[in-house]
């Protein structure tokens, strides 16, 4: 019989029974999924791409230590939430030739995204705003050149160019005649490099976490089936966006003639950063609505405004001030959309 | 057999730990040397001594009588000698007046299956209602209501279903379970019991869809009724709580604030019922119950038939440990009671003893919110504990209310899914007991 005494007894009030699923564990699960989508653009667009990465995640990780130093908060470094954060602002980076971007551009959005975004409103699960985003947004207003020019090609496949796809179908540009036939030159009656498969595959210039859809999707659904993500944002979000871009996606492609529902709603969703936001930044907890028919609202939302800000905006790329936008709108969805209360006549909420 | 019901919000389904004991047949549990017989087991005022140090009991006697309306009688489930009544420890933590009672002599033999099994049908209502109260009959689903005043329909009001919860309250406990199994021919005449006191033509007995022997015995007994059907639901907890009960067996909801009666039905756990079967029929006392002992520091886990009175340490010196205990938990891994003594008895609301090691026995940390809303997805109520904790650490319990706290049914699912570990059912508890306590100091004044 084993001894024991009561010293070796811990009394607590139930549940005894808690779920593995615990924040830091969450934190390091998102950011593994992250590193097939990372390692590509790596491959691709060579070894810079790697050393953005490795600087932000540590300006994010030294911000956060510093910070909480400072405040004499617990340390929180730990809980992997600044190193995904670092993460995030890396995949929202151009990704360039080797020394194009400088590295004062990444470091200067991970601080911005601890220190301000996320610790000057309080810490982790007190910030009204996605703290990648924010720094990804500060940045780009701040070095707009650096981010949007300097799009690597690659050496690995032929679609060498120094324009986004979404560059390419809102400018016109890069439209190289004798290339294949897509989809999109049936839809949009012209002449695109990247085919959906090159979008898909990840074989286009971008940023570094957008450029491959299939490695996202990968990491998105594992994602989903741990119940990290919530499945609805990013299928509200990327419907929404499909739906959007071909009613009206038509309507702005320079040089064709305009028509309802003929836009190209599978290049929209492949391009640019849909498939990075509505997995990875529009799904983030803390800043999105906590209730079911909320998420649905906020991925409708997202999709809605990503296609607006594409279609009409000067910006060529609507992601991330999509989900920014949506950010603000959370306490008022919270409000709008509360349970079923049991026991309560229907529709009584609070 | 009905298809697969369940309530329709929230819920969860803990993990199956390896802790199950659904398999392993009720066994008697070895006789404790002392007895500590706490004079309160159930909800109400406490039961008077009737014995005194010294005093000689046998088997099946009266040691403490009912001191109102809502109390029930305690008895002696082995003969011997008086030695204290004291203040002893509780699973509560509260200390109540003790029985203690050194186990000698030779047993009487009361309590006996008897040969007539049909006479309590020339019992009248009233009379079944008294002895439910002599033989000290109480829920044994772990609310532990005396079940004459359960029983008791007051005019008014109108009671037509009888709802038998052979739902497993918790994860990993299997009492009812295999006392259905064991037992079924008792449980049909205590519903037959149950169902003449209350005046009802109607019984639904609801089972969870893991356990289909214990369902099938009971089918088999009831397939020519018309009047007792029985449900299988969806493995969901907390299917056993009395409102999501009543939810998955009829679509009725209980009202905010209101009791089952207020819906016309009267829920009864399978275990008592087969207790007021063993009562009425056979003169046998509510003074032992089948406790699930399990957990994952126990080297023989399985369901015991234990004595009221029984101490943890006695029955843990039974199934051995193989793991140094580092919580003792008295009911299940969701509501039980951690305790800091194994000095605390086993009582009529024991329904189970969860031994976890150190590994199972993390200590959480209240980390902050990260509005992941997974409380929300999971609550029962339909309520949002992270906004009630918010209102309720800030003191702002008019608010809480608002948002519902008095409806949590402190099942604990909540907590049991943040990933925050954040102690959002114990905060909700604690905001029940200061808004208790709160009436209780303006109606004082």
Known sequence: MIKYSSEDLVVSSGPHLRTKLRVPVVMWLVSTTLIPAIAWAGYAFGPWVLIVTAVSVLAAVLTEFVITLLLGKPQTVTDGSAFLTGLLVACNMPATEWGVLPLYVPIVGSIFAIAVAKHAFGGLGQNWINPALAGRIFVFFAWLPAMTGGWAGSPHFDAVSSATPLNMLKFRTGILPGDIQTTSDAVLGMHLSPTHGDLFFGMVPGCIGEISALALLVGGLILIVLKIVQWEIPLFYIASTALFSWIFGGLAVAGQPQAFFSGDALYHILSGGVILGAFYMATDWVTTPVSFGGRIIFGLGCGALTVLIRLTGSNVEGVSFAIVLMNITVPLIDRLFSPQRFGLPEGRGV | ?445
């Open chain 2, 1 to 445: 057999m009905a298809q697969e019901r369940t309530f329709h919000h929230g819920g969860m389904h803990p993990r199956d730990i390896g802790l199950d004991t659904m398999s392993s047949p009720i066994r008697n549990a070895f006789l404790p040397h002392f007895l500590y017989i706490p004079l309160l087991q159930h909800i109400g005022s406490p039961a008077e001594a009737v014995v005194s140090p010294g005093d000689i009991v046998s088997r099946g006697d009266v040691i403490g009588k009912a001191s109102g309306y809502v109390s029930v009688d305690i008895h002696t489930p082995l003969p011997g000698r008086v030695v204290a009544i004291e203040d002893h420890v509780t699973a509560t933590a509260d200390k109540v007046p003790t029985v203690v009672i050194e186990v000698e002599g030779a047993f009487s033999l009361k309590g006996q299956r008897q040969e007539n099994q049909q006479g309590w049908k020339s019992l009248s209502r009233d009379e079944i209602l008294k002895r439910m109260k002599e033989k000290g009959l109480v829920g044994l689903g772990g609310a532990t209501f005396p079940m004459h005043v359960k029983y008791a329909v007051p005019p008014g009001k109108k009671v037509t279903t009888l709802i038998v919860n052979a739902v497993e309250c918790e994860p990993f406990l299997s009492a009812d379970n295999r006392l259905v199994l064991e037992q079924a021919d008792d449980l049909v005449t205590g519903i037959d019991i149950a169902m003449k006191t209350l005046g009802v033509d109607r019984t639904i007995v609801g089972f969870e869809a893991d356990m289909p022997e214990a369902a099938k015995e009971l089918q088999d007994r009831v397939k020519a009724r018309r009047d007792i059907e029985v449900m299988i639901f969806a493995v969901k907890y907390p299917q056993g709580a009395e409102k999501q009960l009543i939810k998955a067996a009829t679509g009725l909801e209980v009202p905010s604030g209101g009791l089952p009666m207020d819906v016309g039905v009267v829920v009864s756990n399978a275990g008592s019922l087969i207790a007021l079967k063993e009562a009425i029929v056979d003169d046998k006392p509510l003074f032992e119950r089948v406790v699930t002992v399990t957990g994952d520091a126990v080297q023989k886990p399985g369901n015991y038939k234990i004595v009221v009175g029984a101490r943890v340490a006695d029955i843990l010196a039974e199934v051995g440990l193989k793991k140094k205990p580092a919580r003792i938990i008295l009911g299940g891994p969701m509501m039980g009671l951690a305790q800091y003594t194994d000095q605390v008895p086993v009582t009529k609301g024991t329904s189970g003893i969860m031994v976890l090691s150190r590994r199972r026995s993390a200590i959480y940390r209240h980390r902050p919110c990260v509005r992941c809303g997974k409380c929300i997805d999971v609550c029962p109520m339909g309520l949002m504990p992270l906004k009630l904790v918010t209102q309720i650490e800030l003191v702002q319990d008019e608010a809480a209310k608002k948002l519902g706290m008095l409806d949590c049914i402190e099942c604990g699912c909540c907590s049991a899914v943040c990933p925050s570990e954040r102690h959002l059912a114990q905060t909700i508890k604690l905001g029940k007991l200061r808004h208790i306590a709160k009436k209780k100091e303006a109606a004082g004044d």
